[in-house]
């Protein structure tokens, strides 16, 4: 779990113009090879969006251990 969903959503959304960006150097470069590497932002950006998601999704909820006792 990220420390915050908030990041996450803020890191997706940089990566984008990121992977946008190394993707037109390489081809403007003309080097192929470099492809795979370039496109490395967009498949880490596809798992922050979720990772945000899940994070708002959880509840923290304390050790059983720890609850306080009915009276």
């Known amino acids: 779990m990220c420390f915050s969903s908030s990041a ?11 992977g946008v960006g190394a993707v037109r150097y390489a081809q403007d470069q003309q ?13 880490s950006r596809s798992s ?9 999704a959880s509840t923290p909820m ?3 251990g720890w609850s306080t006792p009915q009276r």
């Not at 996450?8 to 990121?18: C, K, R, Y």
């Not at 080097?31 to 498949?43: C, E, K, M, S, V």
């Not at 969006?49 to 708002?56: A, D, K, V, Y």
């Open 31 to 43: 080097r192929n090879d470099l492809l795979p590497l370039a496109l490395t932002p967009f498949f």
């Open 48 to 56: 922050r969006p979720l990772r945000g998601w899940s994070g708002l």
């Open 8 to 18: 996450s959503f803020v890191v997706a959304a940089g990566l984008l113009p990121l």
């Open 62 to 64: 304390a050790p059983t």
